[in-house]
């Protein structure tokens, strides 16, 4: 594997013998992702501040053209790992950003599990990472084996969208026909992320449907939604008898959680971006012995710093959602995860890459 990013490095430097095109963007992109989140959001704002170019490299294309615009782009940016990055030796007049997909720190990746060597050798030629807080700077120092003048708690550019001028009247009018959903009933969304183990994966195992909708069907309506990488880790399928609806393909999940009025989950960093919305949250943890004992583990104490409370049955979920969830330590929860919870981040990271490629 590593030889195959080695070659990709090899290639790539012979292009960065051209001159820098200091009015070229580049993103690094997956091919089989629509153009959208931070990306999106930065490309927005640069677009903005003056006639930029725009570049974007797939990664699993090689395409000689692209490869030239990106080793001749003034800045770069990631959103997620792009391995080939420790081989490739950029023009020192270029920035290259990793803004990362996922908000705050939640569960324990990268670095802080495995493949160290691999991750110092791209953040060595990374010139910034972004992340959402100064508290969470040391588990990302440890995630992407970066030194820590390099992180730069700027914000979530994508989590701009939560303070747009969204109608959410009419986004849950469109819900509510596109899966005949009536108007009265409150959303609950549940999120449960995957599990390497898969016994634990079909949470309908757990997730007692007819009990639910038995005691909060007159008020509620139940929406799942789970993770793409469910499929890898659960060969049979996901479903039971029983009314709720299946958004595990709906396009928007940002738009999901607009209007929700729940949202339900275990593991998923999901809950960090709800917690700005300051809605309840309910951690329905059924296996958390067998996730904390042979998964990755977390950055914070799972049983006290969550926004929200922590149930293990269908019986004591649906207690609490009849009683009310309490979320009393939300506020504090989203100072550890957010420095800025204001709409501005995309403009902050701009702001500070402009300001970054002037002085050189």
Known sequence: MFFKHKVFGKIFNVFTKFPINDNLISFIIDSNESFSGNLEYIKNE????GNF???FYYKDQLSFSSLKKLATSKYVFLNDNFF???FMNFNERTLVVQLWHAPGAFKKFGGSVENKEMLKLISDNTDFLIVTSTYIEDYYHEAFQ???SKIKPLGLPRADYYFENHDIGKLRDEFNKKYDVPSDKKIILYTPTFRENEEFNNVFNYLDLDKFNEELSDEYVLVLRLHPKIKKFYSEDISVDGYYIDCSDYKNEQELLL???ILITDYSSIMIEFAMLNKPIIFFAYDLDNYLNNERGFYLDYKKDLPG?????SNGLISVILEGVDSSNSSSFLKTQFDYVDGKSSKRVVDFVLDKGERQ
């Open 46 to 49: 640069f677009e903005k501040r």
């Open 53 to 55: 170019e725009f570049n």
């Open 84 to 86: 080939p990055l420790a």
């Open 146 to 148: 970066i030194d820590k």
């Open 259 to 261: 209007i929700s009025d």
């Open 309 to 313: 409370p922590i149930v293990w049955d």
